[in-house]
């Protein structure tokens, strides 16, 4: 069991300087008893304490990472059982199925959708990003599948086999890309124990009995020596693995369980026998709770929602999605071209640039750091003010990229003209629309002043 508030206070500095965010050492201390609060945020705490704190201020469910480069997939480190609490922390990753018994076209077509079905949202690329590899009982074609799916692909692999040899075979063959190992049992716990440490890779589990098989599967590979275990239940219907993903991640947050705290694998593809219910499955697992999901095929109508579905629920509530400040070009402008100014909420960020975009007036858009507030939200904050947006605009070296010195600021903004004139001296302010969707209008007659 970890420390309690008490005895992890006895171990902080006791400064009460506020900087790890709350304003005393002993609400920091509760904090990370609760697991709420990571012990990195304190930067006093000596060495010393690090070490003994290490165990009671990890995150209750481990985070581990499978894969590596671009398509690296971190999963774990959760805090809480419901985002509204907090946030949820890492993504899930989506996995294709491939196996031994497959030809060569469908292998190739699997891959060729995980290369293709990406998505452009809000500035972020949407993909699922892991290939599960399965053995059929053929230990040299696993192997050639293995480097098969390697080179052809950057995705986070998951390797499956009941056999211990040719698990090993696989893995050595791909280690570098730090896959995930699928599954030690009771009987082959001891082996790909090793080879899991030999590697230095994820190691699944997976046990034929329940939770105290799993249990005592989780206890042994720890006092072994491993670290990044994965779950298996092995439950294989809606009902019994909506239970036990809620039950783990129970054990593991509300009760710092660590044996249960842990990541887990789902199986949607052994659960359904057509791909709409897969994806109904796979959205269940999305949201409870979890760490990996294997599906036996993509579609577009079927992987998209759910690349919706997890970007909704792994985005930080507490948290908007914002752009970078910035002067970014749109189309190809030059000295002449307009330059309008907007917030840096990422979704008024891509309305705005959108419509610019389809107007095919190359124009220039200025995006002021608002902390993520909408245009009218952020001047009734005092976030968009005409200060706020001239200091933004100097530092930018707004001057650099126009020659004729108007810069063009919302409609719903009108008000700012007046002490932004006084902060960009030599500049003329226009107001522009109020509604992103008369931009391209505005654009087409728009003649500087």
């Known amino acids: 069991m ?9 171990l902080l ?14 609400a920091f201390a509760m904090a990370l008893a609760s697991g709420s609060a990571e012990l990195d945020a304190c930067p006093y705490v000596s060495d010393e304490a690090k070490e003994q704190l290490a165990e009671s201020s990890a995150p209750p469910v481990r985070p581990l990472t499978v894969g590596t480069g671009d398509y690296e997939v971190k999963v774990g480190g959760e805090t809480v059982m419901f985002r509204h609490e907090k946030t949820f922390v890492n993504k899930p990753g989506l996995a294709v199925l491939v196996s031994t018994e497959m030809d060569d076209a469908a292998v190739n077509d699997k891959l060729e959708k995980l290369d293709k079905f990406q998505y452009e949202r809000v500035g972020l690329n949407l993909r699922a990003e ?3 590899v399965k053995d059929a009982g053929d230990a040299d074609a696993f192997v050639a599948l293995v480097n098969k799916v390697k080179d052809a692909s950057q995705a986070a692999l998951i390797l499956m086999s009941d056999d211990p040899e040719a698990l090993s075979a696989g893995v050595k063959a791909c280690a570098d890309r730090k896959p995930l190992i699928y599954a030690a049992t009771e009987d082959t716990a001891d082996t790909l124990g090793e080879l899991a440490k030999e590697t230095g890779c994820p190691l699944a ?3 034929s009995d329940g939770y105290d098989g799993l249990i005592a599967l989780s206890d042994k590979l720890t006092g072994m020596g491993l670290k990044d275990l994965v779950l298996d239940t092995g439950a294989r219907t809606a009902k019994q693995a909506f239970q036990d993903q809620t039950a783990i991640r129970r054990a593991a947050v509300k ?51 759910l690349l919706l579905e997890r970007l909704n629920i792994f985005t930080d509530p507490q948290r908007p999605m914002t752009a970078d400040q910035g002067i970014y070009p749109i189309g190809d402008p030059d000295e002449n071209s307009p330059m309008l100014v907007t917030c840096n909420f990422s979704l008024t960020y891509f309305i705005v640039s959108g419509e610019m975009e389809g107007s095919r007036v190359p124009s220039w858009l200025a995006v002021v750091d608002t902390e993520g507030l909408s245009v009218l939200t952020a001047w009734a904050a005092g976030k968009f003010t005409g200060e706020s947006v001239g200091t933004a605009l100097n530092k930018m070296n ?17 008000a700012i003209s007046g002490e932004l004139e006084e902060e960009l001296a030599g500049w003329k302010i226009l107001v522009g629309p109020r509604d992103a969707a008369h931009i391209p209008k505005y654009l087409k007659e728009w003649k500087p002043e």
């Open 2 to 10: 970890g420390l309690t508030g008490i005895q992890i206070f006895k």
């Open 13 to 26: 500095p006791k400064t009460n300087c506020g900087e790890c965010g709350v304003p005393t050492c002993l």
């Open 130 to 132: 892991m290939v599960a």
């Open 205 to 207: 589990i997976r046990s």
């Open 255 to 305: 009760q710092v369980f660590r044996p249960l705290g842990f990541p887990t694998i789902t199986f949607p593809c052994e659960m359904a026998d057509n791909l709409m219910d897969e994806t109904l499955l796979a959205a269940m697992f999305i949201a409870k709770y979890a760490g990996f999901i294997v599906m036996s095929d993509f579609e577009a109508y079927s992987l998209f929602p």
């Open 398 to 414: 707004a001057g650099d990229k126009v020659a004729h010195k108007n810069i063009v600021i919302p409609g719903y903004a009108a």
